[in-house]
């Protein structure tokens, strides 16, 4: 079982910058890397990043590349995204996740576990 806690969201401005962490706990059989996701009000649930389990390879939706970052330390167990120039239509709230079984990093069905979430708001 693994156990994840986001940190990090709050209110901020169009343009400006969040850092959201997501520490884990515990084990599982497998892991293949963490991912975030982000659900808006009254919209599905959709991909945002993703890193596998050595760090060396990165994911991102469109419409955060080039803005956000992930990143991860392996040594505390925990999971990054660094959100840069902001928009309104960034506010949602996200979710961290821990990808336990094969297949595409893009797809929420390849991840087991899910954090709480936190709410990001990003006002015009």
């Known amino acids: 079982q693994v156990q994840l806690v986001e940190s990090g969201g709050g209110l901020v401005q169009a343009g400006g910058s969040l850092r959201l962490s997501c520490a884990a706990s515990?084990?599982?059989?497998?892991?293949?890397?963490m991912g975030w996701f982000r659900q808006a009000a009254g919209k599905e649930r959709e991909f945002v990043a993703a890193?596998?389990?050595?760090?060396?390879?990165?994911y991102y939706a469109d419409s955060v590349k080039g803005r956000f970052t992930i990143s991860r330390d392996n040594a505390k167990n925990t999971v990054y995204l660094q959100m840069n120039s902001l928009k309104p239509e960034d506010t949602a709230v996200y979710y961290c996740?821990?990808?336990?079984?094969?297949?595409?990093?893009?797809?929420?069905?390849?991840?087991?576990?899910w954090g709480q979430g936190t709410q990001v708001t990003v006002s015009s």
């Open positions: 996740a821990y990808k336990r079984y094969t297949g595409s990093y893009y797809y929420a069905n390849a991840y087991a576990y």
């Open positions: 890193i596998n389990l050595s760090g060396a390879s990165t």
């Open positions: 515990g084990r599982a059989s497998t892991n293949y890397g």
